[in-house]
């Protein structure tokens, strides 16, 4: 039945990619994509069989934020089986960052999901191991390996009980190639029950916490930039509340707030999300009366206590210098950012309710007391409260710091995890 599936799927693909094509041809974006002819011989398994490594690990990521959070576990991999990194990625920004990795000798774009490109694919890398990262569950893929006989790892591994729900209307499709996957190194408990509702069997699942959390860093790289931003600004002395990759909503709140929190000396710091929206965010700081500053624009207001950081890779150099942090995404309804990023820095961490993406983490800090829940009608006050009480905040911040360091070691969890069944099958 789980072939039969396959076969399906495999048959609808030519009308799915039709779709995708005739989307790509009238959508706006279409000139983007600068590089059609070498994505087209990637995604069709076309690529000349002399520039792809064979015997390496493949690990097949999703993005840029997957590559990124796995480098430190590549090392680890690569230490261990001495063999060559062939990364694959479903963007070309996924595989851009993967090229930026000394460790991979070759990065990318994924084939198509279909079953003779990936089986073309498997045919010409001949891998070692198939190391799939996070969600990227793709049948055409596990299929093409578990055939020519490379052991499929999933690690860093999660899935959402909307994915699982999906599956599950091709559950003996998902049976038969979980059932045949070597090892699976998964984020938490809930993804553990999932996958074990899908076919995998419980000795394969290790329950080993996210990879991303040990790339949490207490040295942020522009600190002294940041320091120095201060002390140009001269907000040294002053209490400092950075407000981490918000979205418009709450940016308004912010703003909203800003008059009440400079009247008593505190100074305010928000860095969007998404930088696009500039010229957006100018013309709202002109309407509203405070001095405010834009960070590219190097210069700044001397009486500025308003500051938008619109520079990219400065946000945590920025958390380091702050009394107080806000994670944004999380009073929008956007799941929240990473709120362990203010964490790791001894900072309390704001946030709102909307936290699906980041459930563990979020709960681990509520129940720490590092972490402290704000909506629209108390962030105000919370934030006031908060910096006129230094002790309890001092406190509150120790607290989110430890609440950071005891989510961090899933990397040599899953080493472990993988030694042993090495040992296991040799």
């Known amino acids: 039945m789980g072939n039969f599936l396959l076969f399906l799927t495999n048959l609808a693909f030519p009308f799915a990619a039709l779709g995708v094509f005739l989307g790509f041809v009238f959508s706006p974006r279409r000139r983007v994509l600068k590089t059609l002819k070498q994505e087209l011989k990637e995604r069709f398994a076309l690529e000349d069989a002399s520039a792809v490594p064979t ?13 990124k959070s796995v480098a430190g576990l590549l090392k680890e991999l690569q230490a261990f089986y001495h063999k060559d990194i062939l990364l694959t990625t479903s963007t070309a920004a996924g595989k851009a960052e993967a090229e930026k990795n000394p460790l991979v000798k070759r990065a990318l774009l994924a084939p198509l999901d279909f079953y003779p490109f990936a089986r073309g694919f498997v045919q010409v890398a001949r891998p070692y191991r198939l190391l799939v990262i996070e969600r990227e569950i793709w049948p055409n893929m596990l299929a093409a390996a578990e055939k020519a006989g490379v052991p499929v790892m999933l690690l860093n591994a999660r899935i959402s009980q909307k994915s699982t729900r999906a599956y599950k209307w091709a559950l003996p499709l998902f049976k038969q190639l979980f059932g045949q996957v070597a090892l699976a190194c998964l984020q938490d408990e809930d993804a553990a029950r999932r996958y074990q509702s899908l076919g ?117 150099s920025l958390y380091a210098c702050a009394s107080l942090a806000f994670v944004g995404g999380s009073i929008a309804p956007r799941g929240a950012h990473n709120l362990l990023e203010p964490a790791i820095l001894g900072k309390t961490v704001l946030f709102g309710k909307s936290f699906y993406n980041t459930p563990d983490t979020a709960h681990a800090l509520l129940a720490s007391g590092g972490g402290v829940l704000v909506d629209a009608q108390n962030l105000k006050q919370t934030v006031l409260r908060l910096l006129k009480d230094a002790a309890a905040l001092e406190n509150m911040s120790a607290k989110a710091r430890q609440t950071a360091l005891d989510f961090k070691g899933a990397t040599l969890k899953i080493m472990e995890a993988v030694r042993t069944y090495e040992r296991k099958t040799t």
């Open 55 to 67: 015997n390496a690990l493949w690990v097949h990521c999703a993005s840029v934020g997957e590559v």
């Open 200 to 316: 995998l069997p419980a000795d394969r699942l290790h329950v080993c916490g996210n990879v991303k959390y040990d790339t949490l860093s207490d040295q942020p790289a522009k600190l002294k930039e940041a320091r120095a931003l201060l002390k140009k600004l001269g907000w040294t002395q002053a209490p400092v509340l950075v407000c981490g990759s918000t979205h418009p909503a709450e940016e308004d709140l912010i703003l909203s707030a800003a008059a009440a929190w400079a009247k008593e000396g505190i100074k305010i710091i928000f860095a969007p999300r998404h930088l696009e929206r500039k010229e957006e965010i100018k013309q709202q700081l002109a309407r509203q009366p405070l001095a405010y500053g834009v960070l590219s624009e190097k210069k700044l207001p001397q009486n500025c206590v308003l500051l938008c950081a619109d520079t990219m890779g400065f946000l945590q």
